[in-house]
């Protein structure tokens, strides 16, 4: 399976462009420093390959910011909708409690915020501006009282949520994110095969259940169920029963690829769901996905081997890795040419490679 996924995400590709790069069509999350692109370097694309104007940047599932091709947009916002008004409200999670308590659907919540968030953001404007605008047109369903500003906000999900909805990119590389329009958006009436979202999670992260794919998109696994591919197929996985497109049913044979990762925080391999299949030891999960602060992940030959962490201080960059057990010299070796690639990604010097015994 951890092969299969390798071979789906193309970490084994040393070379491709936009256009065929799978993870594209699922989202790939933007988030810190060695975020999006860090993971489509890592499926072959170069600088070259990866102009901002072929991208954009969206707050998409679970609200993080998730690269696309622009192309795409209009398919991935049609993709992305709630599948129904039950499954909108597990999305916004406690922002849905007011909502109902005033008689106000939680599909009909995310459209009267985007109407305002539309006619807001007309030119570039900083998120906490947008926000502070919106807040002040909206009723004290929409809203809460925020301790550590002591002032009032929209609901965090809704708003980012709302979002597409209203039309609004973020713009590349901003922190704060700041919000513009996406110049001549229309949402696809309908969804294509490739966009849609759990056939995306069954093609680059299966054999999986309904509850799996309900997890990484915050949707109630009713839903999810009432929207299962017809063409997904049975398989057992350690006596549990999983499903896999029936196109992939015999892609499991293949020998895992032999390679080297430094996989960013939230790269696609690790948001699976099944998180015991990548890292069974429970004292080695918590220290890849702790609450606060994860580290990246080493894979060495289709399993998770350890973790890593950059230190950059001005332009120079200290990778720390802390691998679990004893691995080949070849690995120690492809660790610290992956190390230099990263650095050369962000545009500063690797000072040193530093493994933590």
Not at 96 to 108: Q, Y
Request: hydrophobic fraction near 45%; proline fraction near 8%; aromatic fraction near 6%.
């Amino acid at each position: 399976m951890l092969g299969f996924r390798v071979r789906a995400q193309q970490l084994d590709r040393p070379a491709g462009a936009l256009a065929d790069t799978a993870v594209l069509d699922i989202g790939v999350q933007d988030t810190g420093p060695d975020g999006g692109l860090w993971a489509l370097r890592n499926r072959g694309l170069d600088g070259s390959a990866l102009r901002e104007r072929d991208l954009a940047t969206l707050w998409t599932v679970r609200g993080a910011p998730h690269l696309y091709r622009r192309e795409d947009v209009p398919q991935v916002a049609a993709a992305v909708e709630p599948f129904s008004d039950a499954d909108a409200g597990k999305r916004i999670y406690d922002a849905a409690k007011p909502l109902k308590a005033a008689g106000i659907g939680n599909l009909a919540a995310l459209d009267a915020i985007a109407a305002i968030m539309r006619s807001v953001v007309t030119t570039p404007l900083v998120k906490g501006e947008v926000s502070a605008v919106v807040a002040g047109q909206m009723d004290s369903p929409y809203l809460r009282f925020c301790r550590p500003c002591n002032a009032t906000h929209l609901y965090e999900m809704p708003f980012r949520l709302a979002a597409l909805r209203a039309g609004l990119e973020l713009q590349a590389g901003t922190s704060p994110p700041v919000l513009q329009p996406i110049p001549g958006h229309r949402p696809a009436h309908h969804v294509p095969p490739r966009f849609d979202l759990i056939r995306a999670y069954l093609r680059l992260l299966g054999p999986a259940t309904p509850k799996h794919v309900a997890d990484y998109l915050d949707a109630p696994v009713k839903d999810v169920k009432a929207h299962w591919p017809s063409d997904s197929v049975e398989v057992s996985v350690a006596g549990e029963t999983r499903w896999v497109l029936s196109s992939d049913a015999d892609r499991f044979d293949a020998p895992r690829p032999r390679l080297v990762r430094l996989l960013g925080p939230f790269d696609l391999f690790l948001q699976a769901k099944d998180r015991p299949l990548l890292v069974e030891a429970p004292a080695q999960a918590k220290a890849l996905w702790p609450v606060l602060g994860r580290p990246g992940a080493v894979v060495a030959d289709g399993e998770v081997a350890g973790t890593w962490r950059p230190r950059q201080s001005g332009k120079k960059l200290t990778v720390q890795v802390q691998l679990w057990s004893s691995v080949p010299t070849r690995t120690r070796a492809a660790i610290a040419e992956q190390a230099d690639r990263l650095a050369a990604h962000r545009q500063v010097h690797l000072t040193k490679v530093d493994f933590i015994e």
